[in-house]
């Protein structure tokens, strides 16, 4: 999961990271050692080449997770109703008419 969420960020914060030095860090090691997977399967070698582009640019910091308090309180953050969280909530109780009113 943590992973997933290390390639939606980059996803998201392409236009800033690219070209650039940055350093991820994580309370997961999972995610170090997912990079290094000598035999991934197909789900994990498809995340393995979308951070590829940052590889030289990018390194993961393993920081233990009693020292690294404010990832959760950002993990546990609530979001405000906008309408990209309504239409995700709609979406996942199949409530299809009120979904065509809103798209």
């Not at 350093?23 to 498809?46: D, F, G, Q, W």
């Not at 995340?47 to 309180?73: F, L, R, V």
Request: aromatic share 12%.
């Amino acid at each position: 999961m943590e992973f997933l969420c290390l390639i939606w960020a980059l996803e998201k914060l392409h236009f800033y990271l690219d070209g650039s030095a940055f350093e991820v860090i994580t309370y997961c090691n999972a995610v170090k050692s997912l990079l290094n997977m000598k035999t991934p399967n197909r789900h994990m070698l498809r995340w393995q080449i979308a951070i590829q582009e940052y590889g030289g640019n990018m390194t993961i910091a393993h920081k233990a997770g009693n020292i690294h308090k404010n990832a959760d309180g950002l993990s546990k953050w609530a979001l405000a109703n906008t309408p990209d969280n309504q239409l995700m909530y709609l979406w996942k109780q199949k409530n299809i008419f009120q979904l065509k009113e809103l798209t």
